[in-house]
């Protein structure tokens, strides 16, 4: 596949295979990003969702399958195709023996499109003078550094590997502001991972989930939508176990809440067979935090 600017998706993923030894990561993984979308990786500690960020960038090289990045196969990216992705990896790293001033010259040299006024636009919020070095700031402050060096780059393609690692509360509505700023710079698509599900909730419009190297790929709204959150009260201290049916449960005494693709009437049959007094079974709200639990499990 040739770049081409008429590329549809940003990332195209195709019957990817990788392995570190024996310990096989993925099998045949096959997704694809759409240009101009924001799409959050989820999956629990150890699935692979780094190595897929390190693929994607050309760090590794796949032992099968392709993985293309804006048209180009990721470990032989073009220096004009790499210029278009910028990345945060997990831990906001910074050359921490230069000011701000030094930082945005350093950067300002390595990229075509650099923008000065975006890279301040973010710092000049911390009131800090262009000679404070980067040493001597906060890991949120480092983070609003590195997150002004990417916002100046212009990058076509955003990807954020775990970006709210050791930020508050502010820190993170500071990067869902700038993140939801930039998407609607154009065409901008953004590729996230982050172990702050609620955080996503707010910024993504496709989801990716990642377990045990299989890959299930939705919309935010469709998945809110058809996965389903209820609750009843059990008895006597019966545990009810996950089934064909029953994606998930969570249950505290005889406090059951369960997770499920089927509707409130299927789950009532289904239960009463099995022999569940589910008369009092509701249908809650649920959080994306919820649902990431529902379908992938706690552990």
Known sequence: MQADAKNKNAIEVSHLYHAYNSRVVYEDLNFSIPSGSICGLLGKNGQGKTTLVNILM??????????HVLGEESHALSPQTRN???LLHEGHLAYEFMTIAETEKFFGGCYPKWNPELFYNLVNKMNLPQNHRIGNMSCGQRSQ???????????DLLILDDYSMGLDAGYRRLFLDVLHDFS???????FVTSHIIQDLEQLVDTIVFINQGKIMQTSLK????????FTFQGRDGRQLEEDELINGVEQRGDNITLY??????EIVSHLSRQGWNCS???RETMSLEDGFIGLMGKY
């Open 84 to 86: 278009r992705v910028g």
């Open 145 to 155: 550094i590195v997150l002004g060096i990417i916002m100046a780059q212009n990058p």
């Open 280 to 282: 009092g079974l509701q």
């Open 184 to 190: 609607s710079m154009g065409k901008k698509t953004i």
């Open 58 to 67: 050309g760090f590794l090289k796949p032992v099968r399958g392709t993985c």
């Open 260 to 265: 499920s693709f089927a509707g409130h009437d």
């Open 222 to 229: 469709q998945f809110m939508t058809s996965f389903k959150k």
